[in-house]
Structure formats: structure tokens, C-alpha cells
T-cell receptor, first 115, second 114 residues
Framework: SQQGEEDPQALSIQEGENATMNCSYK?????LQWYRQNSGRGLVHLIL?????REKHSGRLRVTLDTSKKSSSLLITASRAADTASYFC???????????????FGEGTQLTVNP | DGGITQSPKYLFRKEGQNVTLSCEQN?????MYWYRQDPGQGLRLIYY???????QKGDIAEGYSVSREKKESFPLTVTSAQKNPTAFYLC?????????????FGPGTRLTVL
């Protein structure tokens, strides 16, 4: 089963508004990460939240994690046109085959911020 | 500058040909990864390497091969056995081979089969 499913698939807002993206997952995780991808480029790490944390901030970004609901949200406040990108959550869960852990990426939310 | 590079940016392949995608990092990271991304979708893990001379299959390894002879380099070969290779390929690295640390991504290689 796929971990990390984002919602909505696409979001269009006006500059200055807040953007909220959600991520749901199925199994227990060690941590959850959010990444950003500009069109045709590589991913850039935004923030990592551990399973024992409930909220984390970085600049205009606010991430929450609710392990009881197996969900996370990414809030971008006072959005700018430059925030237009795809945003992915990635869950870190134990890998039984390797006795380690690995990231599994969701399908992303495409955010468009209109000037 | 420290970072992770991929080459070429665009690659065209005829059916039946093998092609090799380059990935180099100077971040002194132990772990390296190859992902495939199809239009409008997330990333799927092809292969990963936790340390030099070691690598493991990811979720979609069929039709691909890798090597890890040097810490800095993790080339991916797309073989003729890969039936639908047209995609965007992303290489990444991290300080340790787990999901507990961020991954750093290269700019990607877009492969098109003609």
C-alpha cells in the first residue's frame, strides 16, 4: 500500500493567501518530511518532523503531525508567486527487508500562486 | 560548491539500446538513491546504495542496473529490458542510509525513448 498520499492534488490561490496541503499515510512512521519541486527540477528538502513532535516551523512554513490520525499538514503563510511548485510528503518507515528504514514519497500537491 | 550533479540533462535513446545516467556528489554522503518520476506522479525508488560496493533493489528495479565503485559516484544503466523507460530520473544522496535524515537531490535527467 502506498504511504504518503497528498490532498488536494492541485491548489490554486492568490498571492498573500495561505496554502494548506495535507498528507495521509497508512503505517507507523519514524518521521515525515516535506519536499518542494519546481517544474522539471530536483526536489528540495523543506522540513522534517519526527514522530514525537506535533508541530514545527521554518520561516513561512508550518508543519503539523497527528500520528493518531496518521496525517500531516503543510501550511505556507502569505504565499508568493515564487511558491508555485509541487509539494511532496515523504514518510520514513522501517524496512523489514533491510532492517533499516527508507523514505516513501507521495504523489504531490501542485500549488499555483497567482500574482 | 558542494552538491549533487546529474548528466546529461536530456537523453534520447533508441529502442533496444542501453544508456547510462551519471550521478556524482561531493557531499561525502554514504547513501545514494535513484528514483523514477512519471508525469504528475511521485517518486518511485529504483535502487539505493548504503555504502561503497553495496546496493539494493528498490520497488521498480527490473530493467535497471547500478554500480557503486566510488563513494562519489552512483551511475544508473537503463537496459533494453526496461519496457517503458521514458521518464524523469532523479538521483539523491544522504548522510546515512535511512529515512531519518534529509535527502539531497540532483537536477534530474529526462530520458526519452524514440
Amino acid at each position: 500500500s502506498q504511504q504518503g498520499e497528498e490532498d488536494p492534488q492541485a491548489l490554486s490561490i492568490q498571492e498573500g493567501e495561505n496554502a494548506t496541503m495535507n498528507c495521509s499515510y497508512k503505517t507507523s512512521i519514524n518521521n515525515l518530511q516535506w519536499y518542494r519541486q519546481n517544474s522539471g527540477r530536483g526536489l528540495v528538502h523543506l522540513i522534517l518532523i519526527r514522530s514525537n513532535e506535533r508541530e514545527k516551523h521554518s520561516g513561512r512554513l508550518r508543519v503539523t503531525l497527528d500520528t493518531s490520525k496518521k496525517s500531516s499538514s503543510l501550511l505556507i503563510t502569505a504565499s508568493r508567486a515564487a511558491d508555485t511548485a509541487s509539494y511532496f510528503c515523504a514518510t520514513d518507515a522501517n524496512d523489514k527487508e533491510t532492517s533499516g528504514s527508507r523514505l516513501t514519497f507521495g504523489e504531490g500537491t501542485q500549488l499555483t500562486v497567482n500574482p | 560548491d558542494g552538491g549533487i550533479t546529474q548528466s546529461p540533462k536530456y537523453l534520447f535513446r533508441k529502442e533496444g539500446q542501453n544508456v547510462t545516467l551519471s550521478c556524482e556528489q561531493n557531499l561525502n554522503h554514504d547513501a545514494m538513491y535513484w528514483y523514477r518520476q512519471d508525469p504528475g506522479q511521485g517518486l518511485r525508488l529504483i535502487y539505493y546504495s548504503q555504502i561503497v560496493n553495496d546496493f539494493q533493489k528498490g520497488d521498480i528495479a527490473e530493467g535497471y542496473s547500478v554500480s557503486r565503485e566510488k563513494k562519489e559516484s552512483f551511475p544508473l544503466t537503463v537496459t533494453s529490458a526496461q519496457k517503458n523507460p521514458t521518464a524523469f530520473y532523479l538521483c539523491a544522496s544522504s548522510t546515512s542510509p535511512s529515512g531519518r535524515v534529509p535527502q539531497y537531490f540532483g537536477p534530474g535527467t529526462r530520458l526519452t525513448v524514440l
